[in-house]
């Protein structure tokens, strides 16, 4: 198991695009990340269309995983089973979350796949342990992905001619 995981997001910044768009894949490098970057682009290219790509700033999200605990933030992704809260990822706060759900997504996909356990995206929830407060049964024991960073690979690039050029 690796200590990081790493994905691609892009956010656009168009009129009628969904708030984030990417392709579900982890990679175990930055580097390796970086240099799929294109790929991934050119498959949300064909999905999302032109416009949508060109207008997004794209994101090289990283996460400490596996073997991890939760940094400050109030926000979590986790599951509710039987009473039992099980925070799994986090912590963000109010703005930021909604920006990692697909990494966190595909995160938690795979590890079910792994263990061979059923698994449906809409089994993940977003929790605010403080609405828990008083509840004896939170169990920290599955936390396995605590965000590190965002970093801004491709910012687009808008040009406005106001003059002729020739």
């Known amino acids: 198991m690796h200590a990081e995981a790493h994905y691609l997001i892009g956010i656009p910044d168009c009129n009628g695009a969904p708030p984030s768009i990417s392709v579900p894949r982890i990679y175990d490098t930055a580097a390796d990340a970086e240099a799929d970057l294109g790929v991934i682009m050119m498959l949300c290219r064909l999905n999302?269309?032109?416009?949508?790509?060109e207008s997004s700033s794209w994101y090289l999200q990283s996460a400490s995983v596996y073997r991890t605990a939760p940094t400050n933030g109030a926000e979590f992704y986790g599951y509710i089973l039987d009473g039992v809260v099980y925070p799994v990822a986090g912590a963000w706060d109010e703005r930021r979350i909604a920006l990692w759900e697909p990494f966190v997504g595909e995160f938690e996909r795979q590890h079910a796949r792994d263990a061979r356990m059923p698994w449906s995206s809409s089994m993940l929830k977003k929790l605010r342990l403080c609405e828990?407060?008083?509840?004896?049964?939170?169990?920290?024991?599955?936390?396995?992905?605590?965000p590190l960073h965002s970093q801004l690979l491709v910012r687009p690039l808008n040009l406005y001619v106001t003059e002729s050029l020739f």
């Not at 999302?48 to 790509?53: A, K, L, S």
Request: charge should be negative.
């Open 48 to 53: 999302h269309g032109d416009m949508v790509v």
């Open 132 to 146: 828990f407060a008083g509840v004896e049964d939170i169990e920290m024991g599955y936390f396995r992905f605590a």
